[in-house]
């Protein structure tokens, strides 16, 4: 391990034990490490030692001989520090935020009872909304009939009002189906997306593979005759809708990912007179858009 590479351990290390009443550990800053230069994966042996070495150092000291240390060879720390604390105060601004035309959302898919993750992105969307004197719309992403039911909706809605929680205005993603339906058919028309009807496995094979599917390379006429064909032909998994995306991305989620589905399952809200299903991401997007959402 080299000066540099060690002096970073060691400031690593100081910083971690004045955070934790003045003890560290060697396999937190090895993380550390490892996560700043994944190449010394391959020499975890050799670094290991030398880690434990100067942790022992430093958690041998006292805390006031750590901040002294800090302070003479690492000011930057303290001085980060008090940036944060100055900085949040409150919650951070938000990129290009008016005052009074902020727009927040919470859109939990009613497919199971609200936990503390829900309670979190609740709040900060609220919390938003209200300190820019903006609006928060209460979305339910009720795209998956399989498993939406009524009992979840209402139990989000119950959280809510404990939470204190106050929306401006409540609605769900499925009563604009038909505008999704238009929007999807567009995108087919512009060849920005294509119906698929390969098999899942080969799908899955050819993302991880990136290569693109005899589909993807249909024309129009074949493409808007599968799309029909989804609401009254096609049975569940023989058929979806994907973006035109780049197979050879390094991204994963651009390699053609799922925008329609067929799904039979009967909807609590809307019966049996749907069975074409958007996916989440093509979805929020088209919702976020006419909600005039600012900022999620």
Known sequence: MNDDLKKEVRKAALQNAVEHDGKTKDKIILSKVLGTVPEFKSRIKEIIPEITLIVSEINNMSLEQQRTEIQNNFPEIFSVKEKIKEDRVGFPPLEDAEQGKVKTRFTPAPNGYPHIGHAKAAIISEEYAKMYDGKCILRHDDT?????????????????????????????????????????????????????????????????????????????????????????????????????????????????????????????????????????????????????????
């Open 144 to 296: 998956n009939p399989e498993d939406t039911r009524l009992e979840y909706i209402a139990a989000f809605k119950v959280g809510l009002e404990w939470l204190g929680i106050k929306y401006d205005e409540e609605k769900n993603t499925s009563d604009n189906i038909e505008l999704h339906y238009d929007k999807c058919s567009e995108m087919i028309g512009n060849n920005h997306a294509y119906v698929c009807t390969c098999k899942r496995d080969n799908i899955s094979k050819n993302r991880r593979e990136m290569v693109s599917c005899k589909c993807s390379m249909g024309d129009l006429k074949q493409n808007e005759e599968r799309w029909k064909k989804m609401f009254n032909k096609y049975k569940p998994g023989e058929a979806i809708v994907r973006f035109r995306g780049d197979m050879e991305s390094k991204n994963t989620v651009m390699r053609d990912p799922v925008l329609f589905r067929i799904i039979d399952a009967r909807h609590p809200l809307l019966l049996d007179k749907y069975r074409v299903w958007p996916s989440y991401d093509f979805a929020v997007a088209i919702e976020d858009s006419v909600d005039g959402i600012t900022h999620a």
